[in-house]
Structure formats: C-alpha cells, structure tokens
C-alpha cells in the first residue's frame, strides 16, 4: 500500500479488520504434545465452546478428534490443574471435566470410568501403563478435614462397570508431581513442603515399584534441596531415557539445566547459563524428551528469546536449532523430535524438527495473520533500580493508517501474572487488536518474572508490591523517553497477581492515566485463605503472617486508594476461588465513593481466568471503550458504550 492509499486518523482511531470475534476465535489452543509410536496426540483447547479442551491425534498423516464433547478435559489439581492427559500404547487416560472422573480410552474406542467422579477428589499429571496395568496420578482429596490431602496413587483397571481399585503410593509431603516409572519398575516423583513454592524448592526421589501389590521400597533422594526458608534447589520434569537414564531440569547453578542420574550419581549435562525450563505452575511433563541414546530435545531462553535445543548426552556442546518465542511442550516420535511452539508474527503451531534443524508446520488453529496489520515486538533490555528488566514493545501497526505528524500513540503497559510467569513475544490476537487500531503494548518482565534464572526470579523476594512496580514504572519511563507512547495517554493492565502490580503501581504513582484490572489482588491479607497451592505463596513474596501484618496492609492497594487519582476498570469472574470476588466489589465501592471514574463488569459462571467465548468478547469490548473514553479518542467500531460512573464529558 503507497503512501497516497494511507489515511491519517488519531491514534486509537484506526479501522482493523482484526474484530472482538476474531480475537476470541484466535483463542484456540494447542498444549500437552506426547509420543506414541509413529502417533501424535496433544490437546486443543475450543474458545466457541467456552474453552472446552479435547483431545487431537495424528495418524497416518490424518488429524482426529478423539474426545468429542461433551467431554472436557481438565484437571484442577493445585487449581491451575495440568497432565490432564496421558498416552501408551494407544491406552488413553484422560481428566474429564464434564463429570469429574478419570476415564480410560482403548485402542478400539472403548471407553470406561476409572473413578467415582466425587468432585471433592481431583486427579492430574496422569502416566497410563497398559501393561501393569495402571494409571500413575497426583491425587489431592477435599473429603479430609482441613487443608486438601494430596498424594501419588495407582488407578486400577475398572472391574466391568464398576471403578478399578485405587492404591496411594505415596503420601507426607505437602504435595507431589510428575510421577514417572522406568521400564524396569523404578518410580520417579517430585514431593515438596510448605511454604515452598515448586521453583523454591523440590525433592526428587526415586523408588522401587512392585507392580503385583503395587507397592514402593528403598526409596532414595537422587536430586533436590530443601533448604532452609527458600533457598533451596527446584527440580523439574523427571523422565526416564530408553537406556534407563533420569533425565531432569535442575536450577542448583541458578539455571534451570539439564541433568542426568545414572543410578549412581547426578551430573550436568551442559553448562549453558540460560533456563532450559520454566517453573512448574501446572503439572504435566514436557519440557523435554529423548531424541536418541545421545541427544534430549528441550529449548532455552536467553535474555526473553526462545530457541528449541538438543542437549547432548555425552559432552558435545548444545546445538540451538530454529528461533521461536516460546515453547509450550515438546516429544518425539520413532526418533524424529516434535513440539508446540509460539511464533513471533503466527498462531500457536505444531511443528516437526527437520534434520538441518529447521521446523516443518504440520498444524496451525486459523490463518496466518495478515501482515499489514501484524505489530512484531521489539525487545527493550534496560538497567531497572532492582536489576537488569527485560520488555516487549509492540508500536502500532496498521498499512492502511498513519498518525497526524508530531503525536506518540497512547500505550497500555500489561504486566503478566504469576508473578512467577513470563512475558514472551509471542503473536497474541489481542495485543494485535490494539496496535492494529493505533494503540502501543508494552509487555515486561520485572523483577521475579520466569526464564531469566533464579537470581532474576529471587529480586522478588519480599518485595512483590515495591520491585515488580518500580520495574513496570522504569519500563513505561523507558518507553516515554525513546518516543514511543504519549506520556499523558499510558494505561497499565493486569489480571490476578499482574493486577495486584497494576494497582499498586496506579496507588505508588502518578505515571498512569488509566488502570485495568482482571480479578486483580487487591487486599494481601484475603489471599492468606486461598487455596492450597498458593497458601504460603505470599510468605516468599511479602512475608511471614501475622510477623509482617504491617506489611500486607502497606502494600494492599486497598488501603492506599488516598493516591489513586485516575479512571479505572475492574473486570471479575463472580466465581473466582483464587481472588474472590469481595475482593473487586471492595475495590469498586472504594473507587467510587472517591469520586473517580469506575467501571465493575461482573461475569457469572466465571472463575480465575475467563473462559467462556462471550466473557471474553465482553471483556475486551469494555476495556477498549473504557480506555476510548478516558484517554479522548473515538474508536471506528461500532461497539456499545461502556457506562463509566463519574466520568465527566468530554469536551
């Protein structure tokens, strides 16, 4: 498109073929790849079925659906679930959401109930094992009084229509992941203790597995570090190789690397200084796999960019195969190495590793998007108060549009959740909506974010609230000064713990005109009965309750609302057991009788993490006419008007 064909419109005002729906449609997912045979099997998440997730074969060069609805499959272990699924042999397992029980599918189509479908027991991190036969699970039971029991039990066969037998293996620790039995009967498993977080620190143990009365002996630790507080050592993703080697991700040298246990001893496989793995906030375990007797297929992150990788097994140096921007799970199939990876400028793809190492897209969810309107992002690597802070730049983009000369683009500056997550570069539909329509994004990975190492995550360490803020407030200074967003027109928007980073930034600082926030955190002391995995989250983060009482209570943005001085949305699901929905009324009601400008969207049937196509379509309509309204420009859509209480005309 020449010059003359380009129209000059205000930022924020630019026409976009990119609409609401076609956001939500590109909310279709793949995740969970695994290896079976010459076969492919991972899961694709429907964002037109309210997110309802299934489970995808490849065979003989055909894709099939294999669990149609209304099958759902979802694990809710640790409430963020994962290993939902798990394949052998053609023996499917599979969490099935729909009715809360563990189903087993055979080679021939023949499916039957594993459990009883209680839902106050919740299975994940599935490994099915035809020939014992049993499915492997972490198990976490809300029948016992108090705080949920989790424990690594075997599910037996069914007897004729009634659930098969069901045996704990293994219980005491707080919590327990990735179980992973060797060809030769040694179970393999990660069990930490409160109040760490997995990345904090792990066990790896390994045990003896008697398959007739399916019980452990001579259990031994082969990995790991407790630690006193949080300093201990994080291990990943156990998996045995062919030749009977434990394969795993450790952090002890500040990395997450690759390492070996040969039954004797546990050595590094490469002295890379770069993550090859990511913190383990879901279950589930592919994060690697054996390409060969020699090389492990994995990826790793430097400085925010992703590569995938094969690690060698016997000392040669790591060879960095096709550049990507992140890498959901990786397996192999008679040898040859596959994986799920986000594209920079395309969707989500399933992918086969050539031998040259490049990347052959065998499955992509919808089409490629049309460059004209494709921001790719600029990575800004810069020197924050708490360290070094990495971020994501994405400036306007659209072919058909250009801003009057002299104006900067109003700019929304998201801040990821976790916060123990990472930001990457990946092609979001969403980000691509407001930069096609003249909005800037900026995408940062503070202090505490994932895939920097340990030292980068550990800044965090009692100082969520303080280091996460004044890196996203760097970040937004860093981008004024280079040119790239209008100083008076830059929003911050964040969901669950990004939201807590949101708010506190808009109640620390002037620097933002408007605030978003999605089931944000907004009073510390309400998270101190949540749910179990995160129950002792915030001892790392803030402090130990009620020793730090003070400090829960400084940093709450609830008690500092006296600052807040700009429009905001607050956007909440009405059934959220992570940050409940007391938590946005509170901050709503409070927002409005200062008299400042407030939205609150309440969504029904919604939890943590909105996944209903219309909640979501709803959603950014609202936050697209909040920020219209608030920074003064008027959107070419056609959408309804958000009501914004005590926001004044304008003129």
């Avoid at 997110?51 to 003989?60: E, G, K």
């Avoid at 209008?486 to 969901?495: E, K, N, T």
């Amino acid at each position: 498109m020449n010059s003359e064909q380009t129209r000059i419109a205000p930022y924020g005002s630019w026409d976009s073929p990119i609409g609401i729906n076609e956001v939500v449609s590109a909310g279709a997912s793949m995740s969970d790849l695994i290896g079976d045979g010459a076969d492919l099997w991972w899961l694709e998440t429907r964002p037109e079925q309210d997110s309802r997730t299934t489970v995808m074969r490849l065979q003989d060069g055909q894709v099939s659906e294999v669990t149609p609805g209304p099958v759902n499959v979802r694990s809710r272990v640790n409430e963020y679930g994962g290993g939902a699924s798990h394949v052998r042999d053609g023996v499917l397992a599979y969490c099935d959401d729909a009715d809360r029980t563990v189903k087993l599918r055979s080679p021939d189509g023949t499916t039957r109930i594993l459990t009883s479908g209680d839902p106050r027991v919740r299975y994940g991190d599935l490994r099915v094992h035809p020939k014992v036969p049993m499915v492997l699970a972490v198990r976490e039971d809300h029948r016992v009084a108090g705080e949920p029991e989790t424990t690594l039990v075997a599910l037996g066969w069914p007897r004729g229509d009634e659930p098969g037998s069901e045996v704990v293996l293994r219980r005491g620790a707080d919590f327990y992941a990735n179980p992973a039995l060797s060809d030769d009967g040694r179970l393999a498993w990660l069990e930490w203790r409160h109040p760490a977080m997995p990345w904090d620190s792990t066990l790896l143990k390994v045990a003896r597995f008697h398959p007739v009365d399916w019980r452990l002996e001579d259990a031994q630790m082969v990995a790991g570090r407790a630690g006193e507080g949080f300093d201990g050592v994080a291990v990943h993703h156990p998996r045995w190789t062919a030749d009977g080697a434990l394969v795993f991700t450790s952090d002890a040298s500040g990395y997450f690397q690759l390492c070996q246990w040969d039954g004797q001893q546990v050595r590094a496989l490469h002295s890379d200084q770069a993550d090859f793995d990511l913190p383990m906030f879901v279950l589930g375990n592919h994060a690697h796999a054996d390409v060969s007797g020699e090389e492990i297929l994995s990826w790793r992150l430097d400085e925010g960019l992703c590569r995938l990788a094969l690690v060698s097994r016997v000392g040669a140096p790591t060879r960095r195969l096709a550049g990507v921007a992140a890498v959901d799970s990786v397996a192999t199939a008679l040898g040859v190495g596959y994986a799920i990876v986000d594209r920079p400028i395309d969707h989500r793809a399933l992918v086969r590793l050539a031998p040259d190492g490049t990347l052959e897209v065998l499955r992509s969810l919808g089409e490629s998007p049309d460059r004209n309107v494709s921001s790719v992002a600029r990575s800004l690597v810069f020197q924050g108060r708490h360290g070094p802070v990495q971020a994501w730049y994405y400036p306007p983009t659209n072919a058909a549009f250009r801003a009057p000369s002299g104006t900067r683009p109003p700019a929304v500056l998201r801040v990821h959740g976790g916060p123990t997550a990472m930001a990457t570069n990946a092609y979001n539909a969403t980000v691509q909506f407001w930069t096609s329509r003249g909005i800037a994004v900026l995408d940062v990975n503070y202090s505490g974010s994932a895939g920097f190492g340990r030292r980068w995550r550990d800044r965090l360490r009692g100082l969520w609230g303080v280091a996460d803020v004044d890196d996203c407030l760097d970040a937004a200074e860093a981008a004024i000064d280079a040119g790239l967003a209008d100083p008076g027109r830059f929003a911050i928007a964040g969901g669950s713990a990004g939201g807590f980073t949101a708010l506190r930034a808009l109640t620390t600082s002037n620097r933002f005109g408007a605030g978003v926030s999605r089931y944000g955190v907004v009073d510390l002391t309400a998270l101190l009965d949540t749910h179990k995995f995160e129950s002792h989250y915030l001892d790392s983060l803030v402090g130990r309750y009620p020793a730090e009482q003070q400090l829960y209570r400084q940093r709450s943005p609830i008690n500092n609302l006296d600052r807040l001085n700009c429009p905001i949305l607050v956007l909440q699901g009405a059934e959220d057991a992570v940050v409940p929905m007391a938590q946005s009324t509170a901050l709503a009601d409070a927002v409005r009788a200062r008299g400042l400008p407030v939205a609150l969207l309440v969504f029904d049937g919604e939890g943590h993490g909105f996944r209903k196509a219309q909640t979501r379509a709803d959603a950014l309509a609202a936050e697209f006419s909040f920020l219209a309204q608030v920074f003064g420009f008027t959107p070419a859509d056609d959408l309804p008007a958000l009501t914004v209480e005590n926001l004044a005309p304008q003129t």
